[in-house]
Nanobody, 115 residues
Framework: QVQLVESGGGLVQAGGSLRLSCAAS????????MGWYRQAPGKQRELVAS???????NYADSVLGRFTISRDNAENTVYLQMNSLKPDDTAVYYC?????????WGQGTQVTVSS
């Protein structure tokens, strides 16, 4: 059974940094694409950043230049380095992985940015 285990969320002041991690386990296949979504209260879930196995990345305009996504293919782990955090970045962050033809989701980790 595939599991995505996230870590690294928390409370930080505006301008600070956090690093999220997500490790995929339980599959003999490596994820094709991995990424991060977020959902703030009362808002729809939105894509933050994604990365494919070859390393090509994609970012939401709102985080471009502040967030960096990376992955360790050997460990099936994806990271999200978040710098210059703003209160608007407050949300539950979800890890996602495409393995084969299926999409898997993590349980979510709370990121709260205080002003």
């Amino acid at each position: 059974q595939v599991q995505l285990v996230e870590s690294g969320g928390g409370l930080v002041q505006a301008g600070g940094s956090l690093r999220l991690s997500c490790a995929a386990s339980g599959s003999t296949l490596s994820p094709n694409a991995m990424g991060w979504y977020r959902q703030a209260p009362g808002k729809q879930r939105e894509l933050v950043a994604s990365i494919i196995r070859g390393g090509r990345t994609n970012y939401a305009d709102s985080v471009l230049g502040r967030f960096t996504i990376s992955r360790d293919n050997a460990e099936n782990t994806v990271y999200l380095q978040m710098n210059s955090l703003k209160p608007d970045d407050t949300a539950v962050y979800y890890c996602t992985a495409q393995i084969g033809f299926k999409i898997y989701w993590g349980q979510g980790t709370q990121v709260t940015v205080s002003s």
